[in-house]
Nanobody, 122 residues
Framework: QVQLVESGGGLVQAGGSLRLSCAASGRTFSSYAMGWFRQAPGKEREFVAAISWSGGSTYYADSVKGRFTISRDNAKNTVYLQMNSLKPEDTAVYYC???????????????WGQGTQVTVSS
């Protein structure tokens, strides 16, 4: 089992940057592919980015491609989401998630963090 705790959210102006972190418990972190999702008020949860267990493969939603970078450090049991050129429409609660598979839909992920709020002001 994996427990996930996100951090790094906050308030930032449009054009600014934030780096989210997701710390995982358990010795099998490197066995899981990891993903970031987000949910804005009144909207469904949407996929943001994913990274394979080794970090060798990444996948991004079109809306964040070129602005966001997902990475992981298996020695630290942590996955990151570097967010640059932030826009007001990036405002949401951001969740990290773990899966033994690979995908961009929430039902493919087995474990979830509690989320961290990101607010981008215009």
């Amino acid at each position: 089992q994996v427990q996930l705790v996100e951090s790094g959210g906050g308030l930032v102006q449009a054009g600014g940057s934030l780096r989210l972190s997701c710390a995982a418990s358990g010795r099998t972190f490197s066995s899981y592919a990891m993903g970031w999702f987000r949910q804005a008020p009144g909207k469904e949860r949407e996929f943001v980015a994913a990274i394979s267990w080794s970090g060798g493969s990444t996948y991004y939603a079109d809306s964040v491609k070129g602005r966001f970078t997902i990475s992981r450090d298996n020695a630290k049991n942590t996955v990151y989401l570097q967010m640059n050129s932030l826009k007001p429409e990036d405002t949401a609660v951001y969740y990290c998630a773990a899966t033994t598979g690979w995908g961009s839909t929430s039902y493919e992920y087995d474990y979830w963090g509690q989320g961290t709020q990101v607010t981008v002001s215009s």
